[in-house]
């Protein structure tokens, strides 16, 4: 069986990047080491995966200094947003599809 | 893509945009252990209100000033004890999931919630200095409250069902003065303890 792939975004074939996209719709902004965190992965990999999404306007980014400390801070756009509902619209169609 | 992996994903997007924006270490145990901190603190004051003098009128608060500093301490050993074991607990929840305590989520509930407990401390420590005791156990129970609302949109929706029902007490220990001690011990004890079981069985099984 073939399914259409569309809509299926190639931003979001990664499963590490759906999952910062997940994190970011989630709310209103998160810094570099929460998603960190949240996914269990590398300094190097996260930043690669960010700039794949920064890339695509998908996500934007806002630095600042909290005391001496560096902090960024990650925000969806609204580009983003659109592209992450069409990509959960997708989903949904293809399991409809199945059943 | 087959429907497995389609279940994945979803099943993943899910658990992110839950896990990044709820804090759920919080134990049921330490709900528990606090409600049990708050009876015996209770249970304290009122024999210490009951005895001197032999006076049973709870509603002569302490206006013997030799029981004040008694009162405030059993207050404060209850809050500091309390804060404590949410602390302690939630840290080794944290890390048998093995998560960060300090992270976005935990911020921002701290956040929310410290500027209803904060106005709320300031406000009974006005309280305190005008000898108002006879609201204590009422803003307390307020504020408290609000502070639990205000932190829900961080972590279980069940907090928000325990902060409007400390509200409710509030406001009903302020309709019906004289009976403060007995409403913040089901506020600050029973609730707490019946918060505790509901979360154990709900969430940690």
Redesign the interface.
């Given at each position: 069986m073939k399914y259409s792939l569309e809509h299926f975004d190639k931003a979001f074939e990664n499963r590490i990047r759906l999952q910062i996209m997940s994190v970011l719709v989630a709310n209103r902004s998160y810094d570099f080491n929460g998603i960190k965190d949240l996914l269990h992965v590398t300094d190097g990999n996260l930043a690669s995966h960010i700039k794949a999404l920064e890339k695509e306007e998908y996500l934007s980014i806002s630095k600042s200094f909290i005391g001496r400390k560096p902090n960024t801070q990650y925000a969806v756009t609204k580009k983003g947003k659109d592209a992450f509902k069409k990509h959960l619209q997708a989903l949904e169609n293809l399991i409809k599809q199945q059943k | 893509?087959k429907?497995k992996d389609?279940?994945a994903?979803?099943s993943?997007?899910?658990e992110?945009?839950?896990?990044?924006?709820k804090f759920i270490s919080l134990s049921g145990l330490s709900g528990v252990l606090a409600g049990i901190y708050a009876l015996a603190g209770a249970g304290l004051a009122y024999t210490l209100m009951k005895n001197p003098g032999g006076s049973h009128d709870m509603e002569s608060y302490p206006h013997q000033h030799d029981l004040f500093w008694p009162l405030f301490m059993i207050a404060m050993a209850v809050l500091v004890l309390s804060m404590l074991t949410g602390l302690l607990l939630s840290i080794r929840k944290a890390k048998s999931r093995?998560?960060?305590i300090w992270?976005?989520v935990s911020r921002r509930l701290l956040g929310a919630v410290s500027i209803p407990m904060f106005t709320g401390a300031f406000f009974i420590g006005i309280l305190l200095l005008k000898g108002e005791y006879s609201t204590i156990s009422s803003a307390s129970l307020v504020f408290y409250g609000l502070a639990l609302v205000a932190g829900s949109q961080f972590t279980f929706i069940d907090v928000k069902w325990l902060g409007i029902a400390e509200i409710i007490l509030g406001l009903l220990a302020m309709l019906i003065p004289g009976h403060g001690l007995i409403i913040w011990a089901i506020g600050f004890g029973f609730l707490h303890i019946l918060y505790g079981i509901i979360m154990h069985f709900k969430y940690e099984r």
């Open positions: - | 893509m429907e389609v279940h994903e979803l993943s997007i899910r992110m945009m839950e896990r990044s924006s093995n998560e960060n992270n976005p």
